[in-house]
């Protein structure tokens, strides 16, 4: 009741804005609104084997599954999510849609066998700007949704990237091949990997990192992101 009472005050004083649309919260929601969660584009891609993000990988890399929550367009919610994870020092937008994605991965057999996620890593650089790494973020919020453990510095970058954006997808792949390394491979032999990034578009990242991740004895490799781009 007296929790109640200073919560209701304080959303007085500090109004809490919903992640996708910026309406006010009501008591009883957390980040993102009743309506926002009810229609979100979901992609329901971890019910499906052969989805687009799979697809995409096919023929390239020893993948068990790969899947992405939600869909992603421009001057729509889940760009406005993204926004607020990325640049409006928001990582509670990516624990709590990494939780939500987590519950419905926990209910699907794709991914039952998996034992530990493991985040792109940021540069550093880049992470001390922003202060954390979004895909940590999302990746925390699974591993609490799956039940199971993450291992935010899994990986590492060796070296630094010149940005990306106006490479094509030949020079992405080029680029971002030699930068990734596992930091403690002999920990993770043996095991199921759940991969995961923010945003996938050529999915030349993952495609770098989960490549690395292969070298380690006995993995399993599935990948996963808050949202697909189809390009
Ligand atoms: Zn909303």
């Known amino acids: 009741m007296i929790k109640e009472l200073i919560q209701d005050t304080l959303s007085i004083f500090y109004p809490q804005l919903c992640a996708a649309c910026n309406d006010l919260l009501v008591r009883g929601e957390d980040t993102i609104c009743t309506k926002c969660n009810i229609h979100l584009p979901y992609t329901n891609y971890h019910l499906d084997p052969d989805n687009p993000v799979a697809k995409q990988f096919w023929g390239k890399i020893r993948l068990e599954s790969a899947s992405a929550f939600l869909h992603f367009h421009k001057g729509e919610k889940v760009q406005q999510l993204m926004h607020q994870l990325k640049y409006a020092h928001r990582p509670d937008v990516g624990v709590y849609i990494g939780k939500l994605c987590g519950q419905s991965f926990a209910s699907s057999h794709v991914f039952s066998k998996v034992d530990v996620i493991i985040p792109i890593p940021l540069h550093k650089k880049k992470e001390r700007i ?102």
Not at 195 to 218: F, H, P, Q, R, W
Request: glycine residues 6%; positive net charge.
């Open 130 to 231: 922003r202060g954390y790494n979004q895909a940590a973020c999302f990746s925390e919020g699974l591993a609490i949704g799956m039940g199971i453990e993450s291992c935010p510095h899994g990986m590492k970058r060796i070296k630094h990237t010149d940005t990306q954006t106006r490479k094509n997808r030949f020079a992405r792949y080029k680029n971002v091949s030699e930068v990734f390394a596992v930091t403690d491979p002999k920990s993770l032999e043996g095991k199921h990997i759940l991969l995961v990034d923010d945003v996938i578009t050529t999915g030349s990242t993952l495609y770098a990192c989960a490549n690395m991740l292969l070298e380690v004895k006995d993995v399993k490799i599935y990948l996963a992101a808050i949202a697909f781009a189809e390009l």
